[in-house]
């Protein structure tokens, strides 16, 4: 099992960018395929993106390909999301998950068993 921490949450103007970071523990990273998920209240948590656990295959759900960039530091631990031009629809709670996986990726929540706490996005309009 892994631990999960998630940052780099915050209150942004729609049009601007953040950097989400999820800081992995208590395993061996590079053995994991990551993915982010988002929550909106009242709604089920949905898939944003996903990345191999070598960081050379990625996946993105329609409406935030272009905008959004998945990738992995394996020597440091962790995961990122740059998410750019951002828009009121994006915001949610963000989290983290993992999976050992020796290839590809995983884009349902029900495919991973560890998760971070989440981080909170806003975007103003």
């Known amino acids: 099992q892994v631990q999960l921490l998630e940052s780099g949450g915050g209150l942004v103007q729609a049009g601007g960018s953040l950097r989400l970071s999820c800081a992995a523990s208590?395993?061996?990273?590079?053995?994991?395929?990551m993915g982010w998920f988002r929550q909106a209240p009242g709604k089920e948590r949905d898939f944003v993106a996903a990345?191999?656990?070598?960081?050379?295959?990625?996946n993105y759900v329609d409406t935030v390909k272009g905008r959004f960039t998945i990738s992995r530091d394996n020597a440091k631990n962790t995961v990122y999301l740059q998410m750019n031009s951002l828009k009121p629809e994006d915001a949610a709670v963000y989290y983290c998950?993992?999976?050992?996986?020796?290839?590809?990726?995983?884009?349902?929540?029900?495919?991973?068993?560890?998760w971070g706490q989440g981080t909170q996005v806003t975007v103003s309009s």
């Open positions: 998950a993992a999976q050992i996986r020796p290839f590809g990726v995983l884009t349902t929540s029900a495919s991973y068993t560890d």
């Open positions: 990345i191999s656990r070598t960081g050379k295959i990625t």
């Open positions: 208590g395993g061996t990273f590079s053995t994991y395929a």
